[in-house]
């Protein structure tokens, strides 16, 4: 009985295209942006977000951090919690394949893409606003962690 109760909450979440708390969930709802924003400054006091990736074909959501730097938006793929290192998370495995992205931020949905960050002063800024933001500590994890930027499509 309780298992049947759980399965017909997850599949009622995943229908309006939320993640679940850890659970992925599918395409996102909520109003579509016209246009992907220059400057992400009004997303700066948000927790969570909700990104979904490969879109076109098989979406999936999940809910991540974001931090905005210099009106930038960057996406960690973990500063603490999660044992999967970053290659191995699908969201990671998925925008690798596919950059092209959507992100849900309070009932907006934004499409946009994201690429990972290689510059190492630029990764060491987006963490140190990362973890300031989230009232965390540098840890082994936390250096492993891999940044995105969200760019324009």
């Known amino acids: 009985m309780r298992l049947s ?3 017909l909450l997850v599949s009622s979440l995943a229908a309006c295209g939320g993640p679940l ?5 599918g395409k996102l ?3 579509v942006a016209q246009a992907t924003p220059d ?5 700066a006091n948000e927790d969570h977000i909700q990104l979904e ?3 076109a074909t098989d979406p999936q959501c999940v809910n991540v951090w974001i931090g905005i730097v210099d009106g930038r938006a960057y996406i960690p793929t973990s500063l603490i919690l999660g044992g999967d ?3 191995e998370r699908q ?16 009932d907006t949905v934004y499409p946009a893409q994201m690429r990972r960050v290689t510059d190492m002063e ?3 800024t987006v963490k140190t606003a990362m973890l300031t933001k989230y009232e965390a500590e540098v840890s082994e994890q936390s250096d492993g962690a891999w940044v995105f930027e969200v760019i324009t499509q």
């Open 85 to 87: 290192p970053p290659a």
């Open 5 to 7: 109760i759980f399965a």
């Open 53 to 55: 990736t490969a879109p």
């Open 39 to 43: 400057n992400w400054a009004f997303a």
């Open 21 to 25: 708390g850890p659970l992925s969930g």
């Open 122 to 124: 630029t990764i060491a």
């Open 91 to 106: 969201w990671v495995k998925n925008v690798l394949a596919d950059p092209s992205i959507r992100l849900r931020i309070q």
């Open 29 to 31: 709802s909520g109003e």
